[in-house]
């Protein structure tokens, strides 16, 4: 049984290095991977049809890419190879509201966050793709050994605790230039998700555009509504910002790792920049962590790959509170949770784990027997393939 694996270009090489981890857990199920590089093909309709005389294929995956795509005569992916599609959108889904507008209603959708599954659903209606689901991130690497005791743990861990990703502030909103009712409406929502601990993009929006004289439920407003990743990404940033200020103001020996932080450092006087890491190159860094810093991207009810990652690599996460995270973990034993609302708190909690090598030591271990129990490819594997059965469903509908 044949998949394909569609890979294309990520920052970081993140979504790359996570095809690969997937290619690896099909083919232990017993799967042919076939993975194909989209920037190394020069015609990659040729290169769908080549990989479907070879034989039959079971399914199609890619992160994010390819919905939208179509050959020269209007066929989709999943026409050529006459495989099932299946999508796993890793970022916030509105953020490629063009690809969604686009993407063939035949492919089954994959969301990192639950509340993301009932956004495109509200959006678009429950019906319109074969599938949408929630399927989470995995932990990608392989597991760290466990050192002998919280002695060797601190000896072989030299950073304290490390933070990998983009420095973020807020900037200018997209919707400054619009007119008084628009901006208020945006200013309404960004204003409500702030005052929560977490609230999902969308439903700020929805609650500001109700509270304008608007209805949500109006099918004419479903293009405006997808404005809701403004939200989410203004206050994604404003988070990461004021994460990385309250962590400066405990004075967290913070060694961070990632884009843009050059011009900002001036800020940070506790932080030690390493510069820039993939995702590979960060695996390395957190076996050598005691803690890793996690902002869950403004995930509320889903996942970050990080913590898992952490994780796996034998460090203790800690991150922002998630519903998933403490759904499937036990808070405190696998891994420490601090609130947006109480941050001063958190970071001296993060401060007091990270100096405590007996509790760290001991959450990585449980946290890591989690992870190769319930959170690897192996397992997220069971719920891309029901996702295909869905498409596949659809696809034969179709034809």
């Given at each position: 049984?044949?998949?394909?694996?569609?890979?294309g270009?990520?920052?970081?090489?993140?979504?790359?290095?996570?095809?690969?981890?997937?290619?690896?857990?099909?083919?232990?199920?017993?799967?042919?991977?076939?993975?194909?590089?989209?920037?190394a093909?020069?015609?990659?309709?040729?290169?769908?049809?080549?990989?479907?005389a070879v034989?039959?294929?079971?399914?199609?995956?890619?992160?994010?890419?390819?919905?939208?795509?179509r050959?020269?005569?209007?066929?989709?992916?999943?026409?050529?190879?006459?495989?099932?599609?299946v999508?796993q959108?890793?970022?916030?889904?509105?953020?490629?509201?063009?690809?969604?507008?686009?993407?063939?209603?035949?492919?089954?959708?994959?969301?990192?966050?639950?509340?993301?599954?009932?956004a495109?659903?509200?959006?678009y209606?429950a019906?319109?793709?074969?599938?949408?689901?929630?399927?989470?991130?995995?932990?990608?690497?392989?597991?760290?050994?466990?050192?002998?005791?919280?002695?060797?743990?601190?000896?072989?861990?030299?950073?304290?605790?490390?933070?990998?990703?983009?420095?973020y502030?807020?900037d200018?909103?997209?919707?400054?230039?619009?007119?008084?009712?628009?901006?208020?409406?945006f200013?309404g929502?960004?204003?409500?998700?702030?005052?929560?601990?977490?609230?999902?993009?969308?439903?700020?929006?929805?609650?500001?555009?109700?509270?304008?004289?608007?209805?949500?439920a109006?099918?004419?407003?479903a293009?405006?509504?997808?404005n809701?990743?403004?939200?989410?990404?203004?206050?994604?940033?404003?988070?990461?910002f004021?994460?990385l200020?309250?962590?400066?103001?405990a004075?967290?020996?913070?060694?961070?790792?990632?884009?843009?932080?050059?011009?900002?450092?001036?800020?940070f006087?506790?932080?030690?920049h390493?510069?820039?890491?993939d995702?590979n190159?960060?695996?390395?860094?957190?076996?050598?962590?005691?803690?890793?810093?996690?902002?869950?991207?403004?995930?509320?009810?889903?996942?970050?790959?990080?913590?898992?990652?952490?994780?796996?690599?034998?460090?203790a996460?800690?991150?922002?509170?998630?519903?998933f995270?403490?759904?499937?973990?036990?808070?405190?034993k696998?891994?420490?949770?601090?609130?947006?609302?109480?941050l001063?708190?958190?970071?001296?909690?993060?401060?007091?784990l990270?100096a405590?090598?007996?509790a760290?030591?001991?959450?990585?271990?449980?946290?890591?027997?989690?992870?190769?129990?319930?959170?690897?490819?192996?397992?997220?594997?069971?719920?891309?393939?029901?996702?295909?059965?869905?498409?596949?469903?659809?696809?034969?509908q179709?034809?």
């Amino acid at each position: 049984m044949r998949v394909m694996l569609i890979k294309g270009r990520s920052a970081y090489d993140a979504l790359r290095i996570f095809t690969d981890g997937l290619a690896e857990a099909f083919a232990a199920r017993g799967y042919q991977p076939v993975v194909l590089d989209v920037p190394a093909e020069p015609d990659l309709a040729a290169a769908l049809r080549r990989e479907a005389a070879v034989g039959p294929i079971t399914l199609v995956h890619s992160f994010t890419l390819l919905g939208e795509w179509r050959d020269g005569e209007g066929r989709t992916v999943g026409e050529i190879t006459g495989a099932p599609q299946v999508i796993q959108f890793v970022d916030y889904p509105f953020t490629h509201m063009q690809r969604l507008d686009g993407c063939t209603r035949a492919a089954a959708i994959l969301t990192i966050d639950e509340s993301h599954v009932e956004a495109i659903n509200s959006v678009y209606g429950a019906d319109h793709f074969a599938h949408v689901g929630f399927c989470p991130h995995a932990a990608i690497g392989q597991p760290a050994p466990r050192e002998a005791d919280a002695g060797a743990f601190a000896d072989a861990r030299d950073i304290p605790i490390l933070f990998c990703g983009t420095f973020y502030k807020p900037d200018t909103p997209p919707w400054a230039a619009q007119e008084a009712r628009i901006r208020r409406i945006f200013e309404g929502a960004v204003e409500l998700a702030l005052a929560a601990e977490w609230m999902p993009a969308l439903e700020a929006l929805d609650q500001s555009m109700a509270g304008a004289g608007l209805n949500p439920a109006d099918p004419s407003l479903a293009g405006f509504r997808k404005n809701a990743t403004f939200v989410h990404e203004h206050v994604r940033a404003f988070r990461r910002f004021e994460l990385l200020k309250a962590a400066a103001k405990a004075g967290l020996p913070l060694h961070v790792y990632g884009k843009g932080f050059e011009k900002h450092l001036y800020r940070f006087k506790s932080f030690i920049h390493g510069g820039e890491a993939d995702l590979n190159q960060a695996i390395a860094l957190m076996r050598r962590s005691r803690v890793v810093l996690n902002i869950n991207a403004n995930f509320g009810r889903g996942s970050h790959e990080r913590p898992l990652t952490a994780l796996m690599a034998g460090a203790a996460p800690a991150t922002d509170h998630s519903a998933f995270y403490a759904a499937r973990f036990s808070p405190e034993k696998e891994v420490l949770l601090y609130r947006w609302k109480a941050l001063d708190e958190g970071m001296a909690r993060v401060a007091a784990l990270s100096a405590d090598c007996e509790a760290a030591f001991a959450m990585a271990g449980a946290g890591q027997a989690r992870v190769l129990a319930e959170h690897t490819w192996a397992q997220r594997i069971d719920v891309i393939l029901a996702a295909a059965d869905a498409a596949r469903a659809r696809l034969m509908q179709a034809a």
